[in-house]
């Protein structure tokens, strides 16, 4: 079965940082880009980062640049997305996202559960 | 920037009615070369992460029922549930993959009256 299992969110004060995981399975993990979109409460998708099958590619929102770092271990099946300096603004649920194919010019055929950030004091 | 913009913001209709939702886009995202255009269609239900329904703006995803279709070309697109059924409530996103930022409509959320 295809799989993306998100870990790492939690409470953090603004300021601080957090790295999310995401485990995937179920396909060769290697042949396909990857990108994280978060949801805050009651709102809509907003897409966050993206990473090409090698990670050479990475593309990002204005929002998040100078902040947000996403890499992947191919050797792991992993995905990550480091957060620095967090905002409140950045309370959201993320989720891991599968392109369909190796580069970004494609749709998010798959979605992991997500795992919610709330940045608070 | 390509702004999506969907409308409307919210529809109640009753079981077996036709639900059209649109989505119009600040620039084309009709790629003349391959002449397909970069639009796709998710269906989020509550609780759930998004679930792809459409791509290439009329493909429907393997497993999407019949009754969902895409339509509409360059910045205007139309997502129709032909007959609406109870497992059809959710909100839904149109997003363009044509350039980046990747961006996402504002989704339109559908009730049973």
């Known amino acids: 079965e295809v799989q993306l299992v998100e870990s790492g969110g939690g409470l953090v004060q603004p300021g601080g940082s957090l790295r999310l995981s995401c485990a995937a399975s179920g396909f060769t993990f290697t042949t396909y880009a990857m990108n994280w979109v978060r949801q805050a409460p009651g709102k809509g998708l907003e897409w966050v980062s993206y990473?090409?099958?090698?990670?050479?590619?990475?593309y990002q929102a204005d929002s998040v640049k100078g902040r947000f770092t996403i890499s992947r271990d191919n050797a792991k099946n992993s995905l990550y997305l480091h957060m620095n300096s967090l905002r409140d603004e950045d309370t959201a649920v993320y989720y891991c996202v599968r392109h369909r194919g190796g580069t970004w010019d494609d749709v998010f055929d798959i979605w992991g559960q997500g795992t919610m950030v709330t940045v608070s004091s | 920037d390509i702004v999506m913009t969907q409308s409307p913001d919210s529809l109640a209709l009753s079981l077996g009615e036709r639900a059209t939702i649109n989505c119009k886009s600040s620039q084309t995202v009709l790629y003349s070369f391959s002449n397909k255009n970069y639009l796709a269609w998710y269906q989020q239900k509550p609780g759930q992460p998004p679930k792809l329904l459409i791509y290439?703006?009329?493909t429907r995803e393997s497993g999407v029922p019949d009754r969902f279709s895409g339509s509409g070309s360059g910045t205007d697109f139309t997502l129709t549930i032909t007959s609406l059924q109870a497992e059809d409530v959710a909100v839904y996103y149109c997003?363009?993959?044509?350039?980046?930022?990747?961006?996402f409509g504002g989704g339109t959320k559908v009730e049973i009256k």
């Open positions: 290439w703006a009329s």
């Open positions: 990473i090409s099958d090698t990670g050479t590619t990475i």
């Open positions: 997003q363009q993959y044509y350039n980046t930022p990747l961006t």
